[in-house]
């Protein structure tokens, strides 16, 4: 059984990330709302979709996405951040996205003032 603090911060971090991503991205949107649902129903795929390509890899992956205005970019840098630091806490491991996230800190770190 999962945490109910747990469920209801991913249903956060996913509503939000999918509210981003929704008008430039629908098929990212409806991946995060896909795997926010799986989390409020403790459904056996969670890992599967938390472990994704489509949230991990390459081209077109959630996290592959970029937006040109910086605070929309920092914006779904922090919400992924969040992500992982809650899965993670849960007892949910994937070093990818682990990785992913340490990259993204470093990313909002550097990031040039004013930018």
């Known amino acids: 059984m999962l945490d109910r603090e747990f469920q209801r911060q991913v249903g956060e ?10 008008p430039d991205f629908p098929g990212a949107a409806a991946f995060m709302r896909r795997l ?5 129903a403790e459904a056996s795929e969670i890992l599967d979709l938390y ?8 081209p ?15 914006e779904r840098m922090r919400l992924l951040i969040d992500l992982v630091r809650l899965f ?6 994937y070093q990818k996205a682990r990785a992913s996230a340490g990259i993204m800190r470093m990313w909002l770190r550097d990031w040039p003032a004013g930018d």
């Not at 971090?13 to 929704?22: C, D, M």
């Not at 926010?36 to 409020?40: E, I, P």
């Not at 993670?88 to 491991?93: A, D, T």
Request: aromatic fraction near 10%; avoid cysteine; glycine fraction near 14%.
């Open 13 to 22: 971090v996913t509503s939000r990330l999918a509210e981003q991503l929704e």
């Open 36 to 40: 926010g649902d799986a989390v409020q």
């Open 51 to 58: 472990s994704s390509v489509t949230l991990w890899g390459g």
């Open 60 to 74: 077109g992956s959630v996290f592959d996405i970029g937006y040109a205005d910086a605070a929309q970019e920092q």
């Open 88 to 93: 993670e806490s849960n007892g949910f491991h």
